[in-house]
């Protein structure tokens, strides 16, 4: 965090030209939403009556009903608040974010680290495995993936994770490659420290913040690729509240009651749309 | 040039072999009982026990996969279980649809994504700039399923401007049927001038292929505007204009040609996109082809349906980068060198 | 009237960080068919001057002058640059590498802008292209013409250069640092080609260098910049056997010259001020050997003590207010 506030720092200073600032303020916009979504999730089961309903318990008597008073968003076939649903639903993106995000970090990190520290044919092996990955379309080998576990929420998180740990796999390496020959490390393998004592304590902290950064900005297209593999009905299963599973049912009820598509999928759309546009203006502070 | 390209070639083989190495590992290894998902849905013992046989589980995993290959060679992909027809041959019906669809919304992506990228480099910080940044962004951050409802309730639902779905529409399909040479209506109505046909399939292809194309047109144009911005920024495109040629021909012709070949990198990436974003948009638009074919088999789990859609469709987008790479290098004679 | 004028020309660059004055008032005639060096160290405004003359300093730059105009053309205030560049002035740069466009063959480049300012296609367009090559001592001009700029040698993208940029007739050539990314041998080449290109076709040249060597090799007269202003000018015979200005006088003694081998060069102390900061006095006081009373509370004019030697410094400012 203390990270971001950096940048953030430095794209706010206050001799920045109007345009900059027109930027920023689309930075600030899309942290906003960021914090909308992320307290939505958290605290679903204060933000709503209908807690009971976004968990999944049927409603038969208000079997979709149009946006109201009580029901801002409509009702879902089974008579659900389609309000809590989707704050609910906001709970199920999220934990497929980070779980796609923590696998890949977890997988593409000490991945990168070795190859990058080592050098030699072991990088050239893990690079190869990354090229090979990375010649599928990810998607597609997400689906593959997922339908070969089966269906469910953890197993979704793990095909989408399948496609994504290549891309830490090479940011980490490029920086250990740039890390390796410096003096600090020369030291610590003169006087004999382990190899991994030297990755791990030397090498992979200063490796960290481009990775959370990276991995922060990431949650926007991992909810977005949770949505469409849900969409297919590879993702958590019913009656857990999911984004893409309540487009992918409303899209029955469609266009007679298009409430039931329009606010998942909007949520969908939004949450992804903030994560990506602090990764650009992040970039663009960067760059 | 030759030896880059025989370079290039043989880089293709390799990730070819690996790629289909990978996808038979996957559907071996991952599993828990790979017989039972290639039997299909609900499969009974007996056919669980023809798939274990068939699959030939019981021998070493060098073996499984040399038949595995043997088989693809030779053109058997194998048997839908849904549609009980050689998966071969499905695809041969589905492809074509959803290769028009696909080639289209690129051909959208290149023809709206470089002229908007060009301008939007050119007026880097502008108000042109500034309104495609944020449209960019939400193009690649909108669900491709969503959008296309969304489109549906506007152009059909509310203002009757399009289609809601399929290929052709009825009446057209009885009074002007399209002759199946290609299998690519637009140009198989062209061929045999069937122009009232033709316009029905192209109102048909306009909602599916923008939405498709959403996701391509937004990444061509933020890779054309850095590049963009990157090009105009060398002393060549000052040298340029110092030779008093017009700002249209600095910007379309000398600068294009440089900034256009980074662009072309996601050209690969776009035709990945499409043809994944099809698997969802086809069946929001009762679209025939491929994505359709592969969400049903998605919802009857019919396994080998999937292995084999991942195999040709990689297939497809590791010849395509390899187009691209010898594009690029057709265009900036440098790349060869690097 | 000379063939260029320059009269107080001022090019100040508005950033966040404040107003920055590239160039601080310069005066400049050009007489047609010669060599006019400009010298001064990086940073002095010598490129900035010669973008000027082009309309291509770059946003957010804004050019002022009393007087601007070459050959009579008044080029202040202009909009449309279409029948000054190219047409009149050209100009050519110190990384001929970067300055030719990779993805397209020298042809190509040649073809197009002779298409472009003299409207001649096909045959006729690449007999002047090749005639070009000749004229710049690129005589295998059947390979050139095929070829794309990174597959020749420095020297040779250097005369395709200047092929592009005489391409469109100008007769003015800017040559901004033409030899500085080139071997000496090389240099000397592509210097002697500027003379005889002046012999040839009448070419009035303005070039930019930080290296009086050069100057000395290929100049009619010069001007030395500093911080923005021109500190001295005159012919160049005359600028090296009497310099008169105390930064003009550092530049010759930092020149290694035979025997100095080995030892240090002299250098000239301190900076050059930032021009973020205007300056009160002489730019040049905070590093001047001579500095005295008045050079740090007035600015000098550029003065001519001696007919066609012009020097802006109060050393001499005081000895024209004795006489």
Redo the contacts between chains.
Sequence with gaps: MTLLARWFGSRFAPDTLPGRLRRDWLAWVSGVIILLFVGGALFAPLLTTRAGEGEGEPNPVEKLEAPSAEHPFGTDQLGRDLYARVLFGGRTALTLGLLVVAVAVGVGVPLGAVAGYFGGWVDEVIMRLTDVFLAFPPLLLAIFIASALGASLINAALAIAFTWWPWYTRLVRAQVVALRDRPFVEAARVIGVNDLVIIGRHILPNTLSPVVVQATLDLGSAILTGAALSFLGLGVQPPTADWGQMVSNGRLYFPDRWWYVTFPGLAIFLSTLAFNLLGDSVQDANG | MTLYILRRLALAGL?LF??SA??FL??RV??SDPAA?FAGQRPTAEQIALARERLGLDQPLVVQYARFMGDILSGDLGISYKTKHAIASDLATFLPATLELVLVSIALALLIGIPAGVLAGAQR?GWFD?AT??LS??G???????LA??L??VFF?AWHLLPLSSRTSNEAAIMYPIQAITGFHLVDAALTGNWTGWVDAALHIVLPAFTLATYPISLTLRMTRAAMVEVLG???I?????????ER?VLF??AL??AI?PALNVLGLSF??S???S??VEV?FSWPGLGKY??DS??N?D?PV??S??LI??VF??LI?LAVDLIQAR????VV?R | MSYLEVQDLRIAFQTHAGRFGAVNGIDLALERGEIFGLVGESGCGKTVTSLALMGLVPPPGEVTAARLTLDGIDLLGRRDWRDVRGRRVAMIFQDPAASLNPTFTLGEQLVHVIGHHLGQKGATARARAAALLVDVGLPDFERILRAYPHQLSGGMQQRAMIALALASGANFLIADEPTTALDVTIQAQILRLLKGLRDKHGLTILLITHDLGVVAQTCDRVGVLYAGTLVETATAVELFRAPQHPYTQGLLAALPRPGSRGTDLAAIEGQVPSGMTAVAGCPFAARCPQVFGPCRSARPILLEPVAGHGVACHLYTAQEAAS
């Design positions: 990730v690996s790629v990978l996808t996957i559907s991952v599993p998902l910080g500034q940044r944020v962004i939400a690649v951050s909108i669900p491709a399923f969503w409802l969304i549906q309730l639902g060398e002393k060549y000052v040298a340029a204009r110092a030779q008093g040629l017009p021909d012709r000398y040609k440089n070949v990945a996109f043809l994944t974003g698997f969802l929001i592969v969400t998605i919802l789990a396994f999937i292995v859609v991942t469709v990689t987008y590791v980068n265009l900036d004679p440098r060198l």
